[in-house]
T-cell receptor, first 115, second 115 residues
């Protein structure tokens, strides 16, 4: 089967660092995405990892270990506006010759940033 | 257009009625996806279009759900004989080609409430 696990909720303090973990078990692997979703809004793209290691983009970094089926999203210098849900999504291998790779989403982690 | 648009933004309907939800993808994007998001939960894949064809309909929960896409552009998701369990936010996303690493851009969603 396919399974993606993330913590349901996390809290952190403004200015601090928080790490949101994601573990996955999927039929094939072809990349992992992190999306941010503010309440009542559409998810927006944060990062994409397909090779092992750390991808840094400003205050946000994402790490991937394919052998462990594990990723994390690291948020530095937290701001109040970072309060949102963070969705981990894994792309499996192509299910047909057209090259389509289905994206499977975790349930998301609700992050609350406090002053 | 500038982004993915969806209409209506909110829809309240009585149990047993049919509803149509519309998605306008980003111009030139060949891949289009429909997802469902129940309150406090992650995104549940419904259907994928490549052009006007739907190679993957595996996420449609029952035969009351159908979708079509015309002109490699607009897509309509139809739910017949709505049930209260259909209440959710229905999100549409599009991507350039639907291949690995291809970022999905989400619309704002349609919030469906079945009374």
């Amino acid at each position: 089967g396919q399974n993606i696990d993330q913590p349901t909720e996390m809290t952190a303090t403004e200015g601090a660092i928080v790490q949101i973990n994601c573990t996955y078990q999927t039929s094939g692997f072809n990349g992992l995405f992190w999306y941010q979703q503010h309440a009542g809004e559409a998810p927006t793209f944060l990062s994409y990892n397909v090779l092992d290691g750390l991808e840094e983009k400003g205050r946000f970094s994402s790490f991937l270990s394919r052998s462990k089926g594990y990723s994390y999203l690291l948020l530095k210098e937290l701001q109040m506006k970072d309060s949102a849900s963070y969705l981990c999504a894994v792309r499996g291998t192509a299910s047909f010759s057209g090259g389509y790779n289905k994206l499977i989403f975790g349930a998301g982690t609700r992050l609350a940033v406090h002053p | 257009g500038a982004g993915v648009s969806q209409s209506p933004s909110n829809k309240v309907t009585e149990k047993g009625k049919d509803v149509e939800l519309r998605c306008d993808p980003i111009s030139g994007h060949t891949a289009l996806y429909w997802y469902r998001q129940r309150l406090g939960q992650g995104l549940e894949f419904l259907i994928y279009f490549q052009g006007n064809s739907a190679p993957d309909k595996s996420g449609l929960p029952s035969d009351r759900f159908s979708a079509e896409r015309t002109g490699e552009s607009v897509s309509t998701l139809t739910i017949q004989r709505t049930q209260q369990e259909d209440s959710a936010v229905y999100l549409c996303a599009s991507s350039l080609m639907g291949v690995a690493g291809d970022e999905q851009y989400f619309g704002p969603g349609t919030r469906l409430t079945v009374t």
